[in-house]
């Protein structure tokens, strides 16, 4: 089977990354991670960065301007974007003036409540720049339902199933995730694995035993796994 790793990230190599792939889309959430790794990845992979319009956003101008990157990262965690942020958001992409997919980080955690994802935030990203594909990435996390009944309506949502596939399992919100993918449109749900804080090879055996339990057929389960990242990273951006 080939699959397209929608959401992986590179420390020192890939060579603890045991999944045959035929690409995946690599997030540098930092300009350091940037410089130093981005030339180690595979010509069939892509590549992200960070949306950083605090410190160096005429640099993510350049990079998307010369096309050297197939998506853009928001990350309120490690960026520290408040709710009141919203504004300076919304200015910087409409200043890049750019169609390439946005890759938004939906996952909740820790103790700093301020700089936690945002449903509003999203929301009004997806609808503000219709033209962009913005990637949920994580599916919302342990708010994978809210996430899921609220962005539902956006045609221009896709959902990253990576790191949850393992880190719900033995939640009660795994239920959920199982539903975002049984009620989803198809052509919108891409794996991913999350390398390396999640084992590839598990992440895809988590996803193969929920494409069994949900009886999605062949060509439902070749989207997911890669058509649609391939599609949305590689061939619309590469």
Sequence with gaps: MKIFDCHAHITESFAKYHLEVVGKMVIFNSFEDFDLNSPKIEKQDAKAIILDFRNNFQRVKSLVETKQVNALKIHSRI??????????????????????????????YGPDLDFQPSLHHLTTIAKTFPQNPIVVAHCGGHKVLEYFYHLRPL???????????????????YQDLQNLIRFSDKTKVMFGSDFPFTDPVSQFQNFKQIAADLSLNDQEVNQIVLENAHSLYKEQNG
């Design 155 to 173: 045609t221009n949502i896709y959902y990253d199933l990576s790191f949850s596939l393992g880190y719900l399992k033995t939640t009660s919100a």
């Design 79 to 108: 960026q520290r974007i408040a709710e009141t942020d919203l504004d300076l958001v919304l200015e910087h992409i409409s200043l890049l003036n750019t169609r390439l997919p946005i890759i938004y980080d939906a996952f909740y």
